[in-house]
């Protein structure tokens, strides 16, 4: 069982910058490919980012290629994602997971991770 805490949510200009933090509880942090997600009043939870067990493989949706930038550390059992050149478009409540399975499907589907995070609030005013 994983427990996932998110934090760094908040306001922000367009053109800024914010940095997501997702901390796991247990042990076995290294274990898990995590990802980030964001869901806006429509119906579909978006892809945002995802991480490789290793950290050397990432995957970026196409809407936020070049601006995010996800990244992880074992030691404190934390994924980031850090948001640079922020966009009002990029409102959103944002989601981290993580993928205990290991099922086939790829990195982008939510269908592929076990646990997710309570989800923060990031706002960005044109």
């Known amino acids: 069982q994983v427990q996932l805490v998110e934090s760094g949510g908040g306001l922000v200009q367009a053109g800024g910058s914010l940095r997501l933090s997702c901390a796991a509880s247990?042990?076995?942090?290294?274990?898990?490919?995590m990802g980030w997600f964001r869901q806006t009043p429509g119906p579909e939870r978006e892809f945002v980012a995802a991480v490789s067990r290793s950290g050397d493989i990432t995957y970026y949706s196409d809407s936020v290629k070049g601006r995010f930038t996800i990244s992880r550390d074992d030691a404190k059992n934390t994924v980031y994602l850090q948001m640079n050149s922020l966009k009002p478009e990029d409102t959103a409540v944002y989601y981290c997971a993580a993928d205990e399975q290991n099922l086939r499907f790829g990195a982008r589907a939510t269908r592929r991770y076990d646990y997710w995070g309570q989800g923060t609030q990031v706002t960005v005013s044109s």
């Open positions: 247990g042990r076995t942090f290294s274990s898990y490919a």
